[in-house]
């Protein structure tokens, strides 16, 4: 059992080390008590654990970055003890077969004005390489798409006159020296001559040229007997008048009505 003047001494040594860890700065220069960089150490020891820190830190390559308000000549210097190289040239950028030498080039240029070291640069070019190809890949899939898309629309509105109709148009383009503007890009990334408008234009012309000059065609146009889907189903409307003999099983004509409605018929919904 401990004796009364041992408990009393317990609170007076806490006391004591309670006081020593609240009053440790009285022991340092006034000047420097309240400096900031002393706001986070709590006693005598963590502050020489700091110290020890510091010691350890000496003769380390360290780099301080600029502030907002230094100059070119300090930016300059900071990129060079980060890695810069010391012109564009030098950089290791390894260039693909389809990279163009001009966007290599700028790029060099445009990482070594950014102050990237070598190991930025190059991978920001791999990284970009990569991004570009994804791209490209998943844009040669929309226009496959989109291609196969416009021959089916235009398939349905020319039904059998479809080949000849985009023939017609294709000689158009030729014979007026227009070749060029096939490969023209719009603003989502398709090709003209890939528009089913545009085809159906060039097409229209064609067949309209070929229908007024009849023997003083063009060359290499074609005068198609082939109906359109717009020309079977004006042709059926024709033949399934109210009035006419497809209604009338007792009109001489009735069953020569007949069958033409269901060879048109055919050719529509083939």
Do not use: C
């Not at 990482?111 to 490209?136: C, P, S, V, W």
């Amino acid at each position: 059992m401990m004796s009364e003047e041992q408990v009393a001494e317990v609170p007076e040594e806490g006391v004591a080390q309670s006081v020593e860890a609240e009053d440790w700065r009285s022991g340092i220069p006034e000047e420097i008590r309240g400096h900031r960089s002393l706001e986070s150490i709590k006693d005598i020891g963590a502050l020489a654990k700091s110290y020890v820190n510091a010691q350890s830190m000496i003769g380390a390559d360290k780099v301080v970055v600029p502030s907002r308000t230094a100059n070119d000549d300090q930016w300059n210097e900071f990129y060079s003890r980060i890695g810069r190289p010391e012109e564009p040239s030098q950089y290791t950028i390894e260039a693909g077969e389809s990279d163009l030498p001009e966007m290599v080039d700028w790029f060099r240029s445009t990482a070594h004005e950014l102050g990237l070291n070598d190991r930025q640069a190059t991978d920001l070019f791999t990284k970009y390489n990569e991004f570009a190809d994804g791209i490209n890949s998943q844009g040669l899939v929309d226009r496959e798409a989109y291609i196969a898309q416009t021959e089916t629309d235009l398939r349905q509105e020319f039904g059998e006159a479809f080949e000849d109709r985009l023939e017609n148009g294709r000689v158009i383009v030729e014979q007026f020296g227009m070749p060029d503007i096939m490969e023209a890009e719009l603003a989502d990334g398709t090709l003209l001559g890939d528009h089913p408008e545009f085809i159906k234009m060039v097409a229209g012309i064609g067949e309209f040229i070929s229908s007024r000059l009849g023997e003083d065609q063009l060359e290499g146009m074609k005068v198609s007997n082939a109906l359109t889907n717009d020309d079977v189903r004006q042709q059926l409307e024709e033949y399934m008048r109210r009035d006419g003999p497809y209604w009338d099983s007792t009109d001489a004509h009735h069953q020569h009505y007949v069958d033409k409605v269901s060879e048109l018929h055919s050719l529509l919904y083939q």
